[in-house]
């Protein structure tokens, strides 16, 4: 492990994100104060709010009636994750054009390489991505940059004095301006860590620094303390790509959806979304969980594990007999969220038929994989719901398994909608001609 001597990793970090694409895209938004609510209903929440909105005392989370009253002439639009993924996909494009970005942290956030420039040269490559983006994309779009030692110091640095940041933190000056940083502003350090260093007598930065490593890593009780430690200190961490261990989507329930057979027909879109998201990836998956929240808030769950599968027909199989065996425990009037995740997932060598397959099953079992492959080929090419086991309702909020959450950017094709009845016809005449 070396400590770097130069400027390694640029990081950018985008302001308001979701405010600001709604204002980039909508002129008529501009310059007055926006906020992104989850759905269009008053009793949804804020999930994101510009800076004049923020300064009017909006914060994310906030009910609609609170936000109103915080801030009365607010506009408020239900979020419209395709055309964020859209402005993301844009952007990347845009920053490739003079960098090529590294990882994809989040829908907001890159992180691209600076190994082998200057610190002239990395500063002004930062330079010109800034003018690229605010040339290409927008001037409404807002990025907060950070130059660093490794990527936690660069992400550091875009948050340091958001919105755009523009924060060169050279290993030269360390730990110069990073002594300034409060521990819980730190990413990585969660309120339950701030307990423990205060309890170790670590209350800011520069007692962080000052501890050994292994100290580091017997306060957090794990590896991650002394990672953490050693990107503070500007040594450059590389982790083991994480596995992707499940597939899940989930949704909050509200009106009639909230009945236990509306609740049913919702999971099971979810799990066609899930099931499709394990067959894309080439995995194949032998257990299913379902949870459930009710009127009061309990939580109750259930896990099922099969031989491993990648048919809708066993995953559908699967999740209705779990909701039933939910529903006779319990018996639940209303039903406030639902989740779904597919779960032990393995890859085709590590697949066996069990000791009793038959042939006449294995071909079944082989032909229904066939038909979900060719389901989802059609699917990817004229609109995702296009070909659908069993009717398709229409769930209110839109964007079933196209929602964005950390650590996933939704394709394109997540959001793909059924096609109009001209494109129907043309793709059914393409496929009878395949034939
Ligand atoms: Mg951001």
């Not at 009253?69 to 952007?91: N, S």
């Not at 639940?332 to 779960?343: E, N, P």
């Amino acid at each position: 492990m070396q400590r770097a001597i130069s400027l390694q990793t640029l990081y950018i970090d985008f302001d308001a994100f979701f405010a600001t694409v709604e204002k980039q895209v909508n002129p008529a938004l501009r310059g007055k104060p926006v906020g992104v609510i989850a759905m269009e209903s008053e009793y949804s929440a804020l999930i994101a709010q510009c800076y004049i909105a923020k300064a009017m005392g909006c914060a994310r989370q906030m009910r609609v009636k609170e936000a109103r009253k915080a801030c009365p002439e607010i506009t408020l639009v239900p979020a419209r994750h395709d055309v964020y993924v859209d402005m993301h996909h844009r952007i990347i494009a845009c920053v490739e054009r003079t960098l090529p970005v590294k990882k994809v942290w989040s829908i907001d956030e890159v992180e691209c390489d600076l190994s082998g420039f200057n610190e002239e040269a990395a500063i002004e490559v930062a330079r010109k991505i800034r003018a690229d983006l605010a040339r290409d994309i927008g001037t409404e779009i807002s990025p907060s940059i950070g130059l660093g030692a490794n990527q936690l110091q660069a992400k550091i640095g875009a948050e340091m004095e958001k919105p755009q940041s523009f924060v060169v933190l050279h290993p030269r000056d360390f730990p110069g301006k990073l002594l300034n940083v409060p521990l819980g502003d730190v990413p990585g350090i969660a309120a339950g860590n701030i307990v423990r260093l205060r309890r170790a007598g670590i209350n800011n930065m520069a007692d962080l620094l000052a501890i050994s490593a292994k100290h580091a890593r017997a306060i957090w009780g794990s590896v991650e303390g002394e990672r953490l430690w050693a990107q503070l200190q500007g040594y450059s961490i590389e982790r083991p790509e994480t596995q992707r261990s499940m597939f899940g989507h989930s949704r909050n329930l509200s009106g009639e959806w909230q009945r236990p057979e509306k609740a049913l027909e919702c999971l099971r879109l979810l799990t066609t979304k899930a099931a499709r998201r394990v067959r894309a990836d080439g995995f194949w998956s032998q257990k299913l969980t379902v949870s459930l929240k009710d009127e009061y808030k309990r939580k109750y769950h259930i896990e099922r594990q099969f031989p491993p599968t990648r048919d809708d027909f066993n995953f559908q199989r699967e999740m209705t007999c779990a909701y039933q065996e939910l529903m006779t425990k319990n018996s639940h009037r209303k039903i406030r969220s639902i989740y779904v995740m597919l779960h032990g997932l393995c890859e085709q060598g590590d697949v066996m038929d069990d000791l009793f397959t038959t042939d006449e099953s294995h071909n079944k079992k082989q032909k229904r994989e066939t038909l979900c492959d060719v389901m989802d080929k059609v699917n990817s090419l004229y609109g995702a719901s296009y070909l659908n086991i069993g009717p398709q309702p229409v769930i209110p909020g839109g964007y079933v398994g196209g929602k964005i959450a950390f650590g996933r950017v939704p394709t394109k094709e997540d959001f793909a909608s059924l096609p109009p009845q001209a494109a129907r016809k043309q793709a059914a005449a393409r496929i009878a001609a395949k034939d």
